[in-house]
């Protein structure tokens, strides 16, 4: 498959739980990034990644883990969530961060937690 | 940090006619704005970027304009089709630790009626 893909696309999980959201981009991209997606709000950055190597962190609650293996693949870590965190939780990759060009976003997992 | 406000939140307009989206920002460091579309249930793509040493760029029916003493920046479609029916993003970049952050404005919602 190209492009950047997201699994699961839908997750539902309970406040205790723990879960992982998975992303992968097939373009050879240098840079992933992991954004927040609520109802009538901005996109939120949450986590830049380039080449492996965490740049940016826009003040995220530790109950939000990323990682990243490899350039290709990202993860988003979640654990002891709140009701709030509910959102459509979107991954994009760019050829490189430091400089501006197009991101590529992934489909999304739409997150909800009882 | 950069701050985007983008209007109006809803737009509504006939097939054929234009819409015009409009966005602030706030950070004078600003360099890049790309606008994202985002189709009901699909991914944000891009679809048409400007730079900050140009005033105005063009792509067939669309067209951006950006004014930096203003610090505002305007989305432009043409000859509206149906299929523009969608939410549209500004956004504006900055270099912040190295690497480039796009902040976005909340979004406009656009329907196109037949």
């Known amino acids: 498959e190209t492009g950047v893909t997201q699994t699961p696309r839908h997750l539902v999980m309970g406040m205790t739980n723990k879960k992982s959201l998975k992303c992968e981009q097939h373009l050879g991209h240098n840079a992933m990034y992991w954004y927040k997606q609520s109802a009538k709000k901005p996109l939120e950055l949450m986590f830049v990644?380039?080449?492996?190597?965490?740049?940016e962190n826009n003040s995220v609650p530790s109950r939000f883990s990323p990682e990243c293996p490899n350039s290709s693949h990202l993860f988003l870590h979640l654990h002891t969530l709140q009701p709030e965190d509910s959102a459509l939780y979107l991954c994009?990759?760019?050829?490189?961060?430091?400089?501006?060009?197009?991101?590529?976003f992934g489909p999304g997992t739409r997150l909800t937690v009882l | 940090g950069e701050n985007v406000e983008q209007h109006p939140s809803t737009l509504s307009v006939q097939e054929g006619d234009s819409a015009v989206i409009k966005c602030t920002y706030s950070d004078s460091a600003s360099n890049y704005f790309p606008w994202y579309k985002q189709e009901l249930g699909k991914r944000p793509q891009l679809i048409i970027d400007?730079?900050?040493?140009?005033g105005e760029k063009k792509d067939q029916r669309i067209a951006v304009t950006l004014n930096k003493t203003a610090k505002h920046f305007s989305l432009h479609i043409t000859e509206t089709q149906p299929e523009d029916s969608a939410v549209y993003f500004c956004a504006a970049s900055n270099s912040g630790a190295g690497s480039y952050q796009l902040t976005f404005g909340k979004g406009t919602k656009l329907s196109v009626i037949p």
């Open positions: 994009a990759s760019s050829q490189d961060a430091r400089v501006y060009n197009e991101q590529f």
């Open positions: 400007i730079r900050s040493n140009v």
């Open positions: 990644y380039s080449l492996e190597e965490r740049v």
